[in-house]
Nanobody, 122 residues
Framework: QVQLVESGGGLVQAGGSLRLSCAAS????????MGWFRQAPGKEREFVVL????????YYVDAVKGRFTISRDNAKNTVYLQMNSLKPEDTAVYYC???????????????WGQGTQVTVSS
């Protein structure tokens, strides 16, 4: 089992920044690819970004490229999502998740956090 706890969400104006954190406990953190997903009201959950086990591989959805940066610190069992130039359409509940596979498919992620709300006002 891997337990994931997100933090860092909040309310920010358009153009602002937030940094999300996801702390992991349980099984060896470095064994897992870590992803961030988001779900806006009335919409399906969507993939945002992932980082490979050692942090040397990342993959972003086009909508956030150049604005969001994912990183991980395996010594601290934590993955981060730095979000800059935020837009109202980034408003969603953000979830971190862990998978043994390098994939953007949510069904292949075995462990999920409870989510943290990000609200971007215009």
């Amino acid at each position: 089992q891997v337990q994931l706890v997100e933090s860092g969400g909040g309310l920010v104006q358009a153009g602002g920044s937030l940094r999300l954190s996801c702390a992991a406990s349980g099984r060896t953190f470095s064994n897992y690819v870590m992803g961030w997903f988001r779900q806006a009201p009335g919409k399906e959950r969507e993939f945002v970004v992932l980082v490979g086990r050692s942090g040397d591989f990342t993959y972003y959805v086009d909508a956030v490229k150049g604005r969001f940066t994912i990183s991980r610190d395996n010594a601290k069992n934590t993955v981060y999502l730095q979000m800059n130039s935020l837009k109202p359409e980034d408003t969603a509940v953000y979830y971190c998740a862990a998978s043994p596979h390098t994939t953007s498919v949510s069904a292949r992620y075995d462990y999920w956090g409870q989510g943290t709300q990000v609200t971007v006002s215009s």
